[in-house]
């Protein structure tokens, strides 16, 4: 069992030199896919939410910050704010944010950046890059095998249940 968990804690880490160093999910960012500044400002004051999860929100507000509008986070990246509409809606009220610390396409704090910035991207199904991401195709893929696992895991407990009953 063990050793199935190796190997999806490995596919949930991408390896850095997929990274194309453009610098855009720290130019443009997203929390929790969709919230908004509002909402993700509830989390990170909360009282009953996971611990875990108002850590991580109040660790994301000290390094991103709300644009003002979402016409400054279309100048940085028209078309990711437009895919982000499409698949929410034109309605939705998210919040596009940016990182405090970049500069001319390079993070000022990069040797001594947040865990949230080390772990990113979030392998899942969920996320969404940017046109040209280099992380997108190995996230894809790592996804498929990680739900090829679960799936196999899920029939291994109902042969399990079988044989106890």
């Known amino acids: 069992m063990s050793e199935i968990v190796k190997i999806v804690q490995d596919l949930m880490n991408l ?4 990274c194309n160093a453009c610098g855009k999910c720290c ?11 509002e909402e993700v400002k509830k989390i990170a004051e909360s009282l009953t939410e996971d611990p875990f999860a108002i850590q991580s929100t109040k660790d994301f507000l000290t390094i ?5 509008s979402v016409e400054e986070a279309r100048k940085v990246d028209n078309a990711f704010v437009s895919k982000i509409y499409e698949r929410f809606g034109n309605d939705s009220k998210v ?3 940016h990182c405090r610390f ?20 979030v392998v899942s199904e969920r996320t969404i890059f940017f046109d040209e ?15 090829q ?6 029939e291994y407990k109902k042969r399990m249940a079988q044989k106890s009953e």
Request: hydrophobic share 30%.
């Open 102 to 121: 970049v500069g001319e396409n390079k993070c000022l704090i990069h040797e001594d950046r947040p865990d949230l910035c080390r772990a990113y991207p």
């Open 149 to 154: 696992i679960l799936e196999k895991f899920e």
């Open 27 to 37: 130019k443009i960012a997203l929390y929790r896919g969709c919230l908004s500044y």
């Open 95 to 97: 919040t596009f944010f």
């Open 15 to 18: 390896p850095q030199h997929l």
């Open 64 to 68: 991103f910050e709300p644009f003002e």
């Open 133 to 147: 991401c280099g992380y997108q195709q190995q996230c894809l893929i790592n996804c498929q095998r990680i739900n």
